[in-house]
T-cell receptor, first 113, second 114 residues
Framework: KQEVTQIPAALSVPEGENLVLNCSFT??????LQWFRQDPGKGLTSLLL?????REQTSGRLNASLDKSSGRSTLYIAASQPGDSATYLC????????????FGTGTRLKVLA | SAVISQKPSRDICQRGTSLTIQCQVD?????MFWYRQQPGQSLTLIAT?????????ESGFVIDKFPISRPNLTFSTLTVSNMSPEDSSIYLC???????????FGPGTRLLVL
């Protein structure tokens, strides 16, 4: 059974810091991994999608890497800003009867001005 | 990309009643899913909504409690039946054009059962 874990559970950093969020999964048989952002009281916004054949994806100040064999992904946020404060979720897509996403436990990020 | 809307955005319901949540996508999507997010928790998949056929439920979720409809490629409903306070959660729908494609999420429906 696929399990997805995120470390740390919560993080508080001063503005301007570079930071790394970690995601690990127990079964390497995934189709892709997606990072999402969830603001309080809101739905999810997709940040980056990494296909299983890819090693990393970049969008602006965000860079996500994927190491399928070790069951790990990292989300790197450069020069953090207060507007980055949110919960970050990773999810892996698996095929088990039907294609579906298994979500991680989330990292609550607070960037202090 | 796809824009997904949900109705209602929030509701307060009495124990024993039922609530139907609607999910509308602005373009045709192959896959639609319903998730539950309990307070302080991550997302748990309830079921895959299949167009024109019965939904595929995950372990721990049953059709009698969470009946789902999907009459076409842009619309789905989730009903939370015979509610109890334990059903208080955020319910989110998502859609995508297929496996290995970006998943888009609705804003969620915040349900409080008294």
């Amino acid at each position: 059974k696929q399990e997805v874990t995120q470390i740390p559970a919560a993080l508080s950093v001063p503005e301007g810091e570079n930071l790394v969020l970690n995601c690990s999964f127990t079964d390497s048989a995934i189709y892709n991994l997606q990072w999402f952002r969830q603001d309080p009281g809101k739905g999810l916004t997709s940040l980056l999608l990494i296909q299983s054949s890819q090693r990393e994806q970049t969008s602006g100040r965000l860079n996500a890497s994927l190491d399928k064999s070790s069951g790990r992904s990292t989300l790197y946020i450069a020069a953090s800003q207060p507007g980055d404060s949110a919960t970050y979720l990773c999810a892996v897509e698996v095929a088990s009867g039907t294609y579906k996403y298994i979500f991680g436990t989330g990292t609550r990020l607070k960037v202090l001005a | 990309s796809a824009v997904i809307s949900q109705k209602p955005s929030r509701d307060i319901c009495q124990r024993g009643t039922s609530l139907t949540i609607q999910c509308q996508v602005d373009s045709q999507v192959t896959m639609m899913f319903w998730y539950r997010q309990q307070p302080g928790q991550s997302l748990t998949l309830i079921a895959t909504a299949n167009q024109g056929s019965e939904a595929t439920y995950e372990s721990g979720f049953v059709i009698d409690k969470f009946p789902i409809s999907r009459p076409n490629l842009t619309f789905s409903t989730l009903t939370v039946s015979n509610m109890s306070p334990e059903d208080s959660s955020i319910y989110l729908c998502s859609g995508g054009t297929g496996p290995q494609e970006t998943q888009y999420f609705g804003p969620g429906t915040r349900l409080l059962v008294l």
